[in-house]
């Protein structure tokens, strides 16, 4: 008895230890009708199966019922456990019938455990080692088994099955002590053979969310049996292995992403998720429908520019409308935007002669002229003035003296800004020529220099010397002389 449960927890402790299986199924049970042949590997008196006397012989044949449970454990090894009731009363050598309850515990070993044969192949075949109880008669009888069988699976986890046992006990079957006269033969080995109806179930469910593998698309990660146990973390009907947002609930035309602005752009590749916008511009709107994102535009309700960020320049003069003074007439930048058309540095709108170039003191109008009615007047004091201008002999440095004189010209010159001046310088024939004729334009320029250094443009005056070359008077006398000795200022033609 010591070695049958040795034996038995050797079993157990070997499938424990197993670490978990493969398939799709990991339990079984079997409802199967078992004989029992007490005869085997003996001469029967008779033998009317042929082959092996006694192991298929009718006359030591006994009928019973066995429920069977299997669990597996890896594709090629189950744990199993079984009960058994027979009736005993073909026994040689026994006269009475008796009854026996039969438990036994082992392990099968797998063909169809995808490297013989695929493991879920519908032609299980098995071979099993084991061992047992075998209470016949209120005593026990300890046996180990070693046998196999086939399970031919007619739908996925309903079949029929087949076993053939060999049966050696450990003590011996010695008529069952019941042949009155007490010479009953004794025996110490057994066939069992069964055949049923075996029901396996239990699907493997790695991710525990009531899928079997099998049927589980996602069998590591808990799902839902819509997807197939694949899960939707963001519940919009999109399982997470085909939602490129999983985290974020989205729709089926952004393969589960989000439209939260609803313009048509999912918010992963949308630049203003917030606001609807087009796909141009990556999903920002553009209020004024100009190509500038309303994001980067400074003027988002006026149609504008890039170069101005947005911003409008109506009149294409460079100048932006929101910094140009004149924003429908094209202008320069120097006067904000707006024009000078006369190109004199004084803009239109403060130009009263916009056509026409003319000077600031003008208002913009070309600078005052003499009239014809005043040019005789004003020639009358430019001589008067110009005649009493006096040098130092043979220089051409003036006296101050000569200062006032000149300086009551510079009313004249400034009252007509318009107005351009003739400077001439004039000598007697007294030396030579052109000594006469380099002092009369030193003399010249002098006085040109003098009316500069008073505030008038250069550009209003021209001085020429002419030496003794157009007297007044005569050079034979002394008043002659002094006459030609002049410098003149005349009004430009």
Known sequence: ????????????????????????????????????????????????????PGIFEPAYWNNGAKIGVARNFLPFLNAYGNFGVHSLSNIPGNFNSVASIMVDLGAQFRLANG????????????????????????????FVEVGGGINFWLVENVGITFGLGHQIYLNELKSFDQNPTGSGASYGKNMRHTVGLKFRWGAKDTDGDGISDKEDACPDVKGLEAFKGCPDTDGDGIPDKDDACPDKAGSKDFNGCPDSDKDGIADK??????????????????????????KDDECPTVKGLASFKGCPDSDGDGVQDKDDACPNEAGIAQFNGCPDTDGDGIQDKEDKCPTVPGVASEQGCPEKKVAK????????????????????????????????????LLPIMKQYPGAEFRIEGHTDNVGNAVANKNLSQQRADAVKAYFVSKGIKADRLSSNGFGQEKPLGSNA??????QNRRVEIHLAD
């Open 477 to 482: 006398t002394p008043a002659g002389r002094t």
């Open 1 to 52: 008895m010591k070695k049958i449960f040795l034996l038995i927890g050797a079993c157990i402790a070997f499938a424990i230890t197993a670490q978990a299986q493969n398939s799709d199924n990991k339990w079984a049970v079997d409802y199967s009708y078992s004989g029992l042949n007490y005869a085997p590997f003996y001469e029967a008196p008779t033998n009317t199966m042929g082959g092996v």
């Open 269 to 294: 590749d949308d630049a203003c998720p917030d606001v609807a916008g087009i796909a141009s511009l990556q999903g920002c709107p553009d209020a004024d429908g100009d190509g500038i994102a309303d």
């Open 373 to 408: 009615e005043e040019i005789k007047e004003v020639e009358k004091k430019l001589q008067m003035a110009a005649s009493r201008i006096q040098f130092e002999t043979g220089k051409s440095t003036i006296l101050r003296v000569s200062f006032a004189e000149l300086d009551k």
């Open 115 to 142: 490297s013989i044969l695929r493991e879920n192949h519908w032609f299980d075949p098995y071979i099993n080692i084991g061992g047992g109880v075998n209470w016949i008669d209120n005593k026990a009888k300890g």
